[in-house]
């Protein structure tokens, strides 16, 4: 029998991207669960799902992402960003199971121009940036065998995110304003999922358990949202006008990260993972 592999938030970006390379993972089984099947904010049903499957990994993928709504809907944001995740790592412990956790670049809210190390002093600001802080934390206090990739800018034909909704507005709009002082790296889901089915290829669990922690995983070739979204346009072939515009100009009711580039060498180098750039074509 193989071992198990069960991934929560199976109809997230990631999610979905995982579910399209499932065959990449020989020697797997991969069990797929959307919030209706597995609400990992009832810890109940999350012990029921682990005592029946016995997995060997699970796969977070399930997050409260809504940014700004976060900030309306603090109590549900904390109960699965963090409250959640505390329940999942315990078990995780208990039962001897490695957690893949998928984090993000907003505990950083950094205004240098340095490339953010794993060790980099954290500084979450709004409540998804909080609560997704506060999960690492307790993944870590927990003393489960995990690796928390922190990511940014996630874009993929799936879901909700930056890509698609340019392409929405575009759509019906010849003008549009986009901020142009945030800096980051924008990310596919697919790297991700390709980089955790390499993960599972290539290295036994007694190994990933010596290389646990905290790793940066974004595409590379830093941007800000202003040149991204000119890139989104000329690939499209879209005749849409875009114009520069500040932080403070955008008035977003959650606070955005400034920089939040991320340093990756260290996933690099310990996994011997070569990271490309991001490729909207």
Request: charged residues 20%; contains cysteine.
């Amino acid at each position: 029998m193989n071992p198990k592999v069960l991934i929560s938030g199976s109809t997230g970006q990631l999610g979905q991207e995982l579910f399209l390379i499932k065959d990449l993972f020989h020697n797997y089984d991969l069990l797929f669960f959307d919030r209706n099947a597995w609400n990992i904010s009832n810890a109940d049903q999350t012990k029921a799902l682990i005592l029946e499957h016995r997995p060997t990994f699970i796969i977070n993928c399930a997050a409260f992402t809504a940014v700004d709504l976060a900030e309306d809907q603090a109590d549900q944001a904390f109960l699965i960003n963090s409250e959640a995740v505390k329940t999942l790592a315990d078990y995780c412990h208990e039962y001897n199971i490695f957690l893949i956790h998928i984090s993000t670049d907003y505990v950083f809210h950094g205004t240098n121009a340095i490339a953010l190390k794993e060790n980099s002093i954290k500084n979450p600001q709004g409540i998804y940036a909080k609560s997704k802080s506060l999960g690492e934390d307790y993944i870590i206090d927990s003393k489960c065998m995990h690796i928390i990739l922190r990511t940014s800018w996630v874009y993929s034909q799936f879901g909700n995110n930056f890509v698609k909704t340019m392409l929405r507005l575009g759509a019906t709009r010849k003008e549009l304003a986009v901020v142009n002082d945030q800096n980051g790296c924008p990310t596919h889901a697919a790297s991700i999922a390709l980089f955790i089915a390499y993960l599972l290829q290539h290295y036994k669990l007694e190994t990933l358990q010596e290389k646990a922690g905290i790793y940066h995983y974004s595409d590379s070739n830093p941007t800000n949202w202003f040149e991204f979204a000119n890139k989104i346009f000329e690939i499209a072939a879209m005749d849409v006008k875009v114009n520069a515009i500040s932080t403070v100009e955008f008035n977003a009711k959650a606070p955005r990260p400034l920089f939040s580039i991320l340093d990756t060498q260290k996933l690099q180098n310990t996994f011997n993972y070569k990271i490309h750039d991001w490729d909207l074509e």
